[in-house]
């Protein structure tokens, strides 16, 4: 999948700046797309050469001028025909599993350092998820949100987002008393 294709689809909610649409990706679509700002700047200004975005610019006084970004007719068939092809299966690239999977006696005290950080991020972000669900169900239940929102995609993928938190401390959670069992019956 493109990048191209993550800020078509949070374009859908309606304009914003790169920066906004920075902050919206850490906030939603991390969970399944990761990219810096400036591969995102990079991507917008292509998106804009190709007719799949219209972009605006905003004067500003005592602060850079703005550029604001819609999604155009050409960017919303784009996004369709993305939407419409087959997927690829999910394939996990994750350094802390090679580290876990090379890990000997000698390694446990770095690996299990390791786990506690991304068992401490994974916690943080599951935090963070849920304010945001919260903030989209906004007082509503789960099935009054989904029979009345415009659109349902965010809070599905939000979900998705808060079961692979939820895995990923419970995975933690598991290999940090492994490796601290293991540990004691050694010493």
Do not use: C
């Not at 850079?64 to 970004?69: D, E, M, S, W």
């Not at 940090?176 to 019956?185: E, F, Q, V």
């Amino acid at each position: 999948m493109a990048l191209r294709n993550a800020v078509l689809a949070a374009l859908l909610d309606g304009e914003a700046s790169g920066y906004e649409l920075a902050k919206s990706f850490d906030a939603s679509v991390a969970n399944f797309w990761m990219a810096t700002p400036q591969q995102l700047y990079k991507e917008l200004e292509r998106m804009a050469a190709e007719g799949l975005i219209e972009t605006r610019v905003v004067q500003q006084e005592r602060r850079p001028n703005k550029r604001l970004h819609t999604i155009t007719p050409a960017g919303r068939a784009a996004l369709h025909e993305f939407i419409r092809a087959s997927a690829r299966p999910t394939a996990i690239r994750d350094e802390m599993m090679v580290k876990v999977q090379g890990m000997d006696s000698e390694d446990a005290p770095a690996v299990r350092a390791s786990v506690a950080e991304r068992l401490e991020w994974s916690r943080a972000k599951l935090a963070r998820y849920e304010r945001l669900r919260t903030r989209l169900l906004d007082g509503r239940s789960e099935q009054a949100y989904l029979a009345e929102a415009d659109r349902i995609g965010p809070y599905l993928t939000l979900l998705r987002g808060i079961s692979f938190e939820q895995e990923n401390v419970r995975w933690a959670e598991f290999t940090l008393a492994a490796i601290d069992k293991r540990s004691a019956a050694h010493t």
